[in-house]
T-cell receptor, first 109, second 117 residues
Framework: GQNIDQPTEMTATEGAIVQINCTYQ??????LFWYQQHAGEAPTFLSY??LDGLEEKGRFSSFLSRSKGYSYLLLKELQMKDSASYLC??????????WGAGTKLIIKP | IAGITQAPTSQILAAGRRMTLRCTQD?????MYWYRQDLGLGLRLIHY???????GKGEVPDGYSVSRANTDDFPLTLASAVPSQTSVYFC????????????????FGPGTRLTVL
């Protein structure tokens, strides 16, 4: 079956750096997405990786290793507004997104 | 309208009743999707549509139906609601859908919180 694994919850301190990992086993691979979801709101797009390596976008970076079935989202200079759930999703061979359950990130002052 | 809108925002429904959740997008995206989100689980695809006039089944289609009469609208109908359909429902859209062409990034509506008693 298809499976996306992420930690359920992580805690970090304001101003610090946090890495959220995602491992996947899917039937085919056409790209990996990270979304941010604040409580009670819709998911919003953060990043997309289809080739191995690091994609940097401001304070957020996303890394992909296709051979290892692994990705991480790196958040730098954490701010209180970064408290949210972070969703990892893989686009499978049918171009459908398979979603992880999400990682709830708690930022402490 | 900017982006995707959903209605209603929330609804409490008696079991056995029929309910239609509405979704409208103004981005002229080809593809639209319906997901449900339950605590502890990832978003699960209910139905999708790659283009107006076509629909497909996702991971959890039972008890739900959809139609895509035009590009902008993609309503989701629960013919006879059951308590297990209590969930938050998100509509999303993207350029390409499962055709594999174009931009796959999905953009989400604000969601409908549905409670079936």
């Amino acid at each position: 079956g298809q499976n996306i694994d992420q930690p359920t919850e992580m805690t970090a301190t304001e101003g610090a750096i946090v890495q959220i990992n995602c491992t996947y086993q899917t039937s085919g691979f056409n790209g990996l997405f990270w979304y941010q979801q604040h409580a009670g709101e819709a998911p919003t797009f953060l990043s997309y990786n289809v080739l191995d390596g690091l994609e940097e976008k401001g304070r957020f970076s996303s890394f992909l290793s296709r051979s290892k079935g692994y990705s991480y989202l790196l958040l730098k200079e954490l701010q209180m507004k970064d408290s949210a759930s972070y969703l990892c999703a893989v686009e499978d061979s049918n171009y459908q997104l398979i979603w992880g359950a999400g990682t709830k990130l708690i930022i402490k002052p | 309208i900017a982006g995707i809108t959903q209605a209603p925002t929330s609804q409490i429904l008696a079991a056995g009743r029929r309910m239609t959740l509405r979704c409208t997008q103004d981005m002229r995206h080809n593809a639209m999707y319906w997901y449900r989100q339950d605590l502890g689980l990832g978003l699960r695809l209910i139905h999708y549509s790659n283009t107006a006039g076509t629909t497909g089944k996702g991971e959890v289609p039972d008890g739900y139906s959809v139609s895509r009469a035009n590009t902008d609208d993609f309503p989701l109908t629960l013919a006879s609601a059951v308590p297990s359909q209590t969930s938050v429902y998100f509509c999303a859209s993207s350029d390409s859908g499962t055709s594999g062409w174009g931009t796959d990034t999905q953009y989400f509506g604000p969601g409908t919180r549905l409670t079936v008693l």
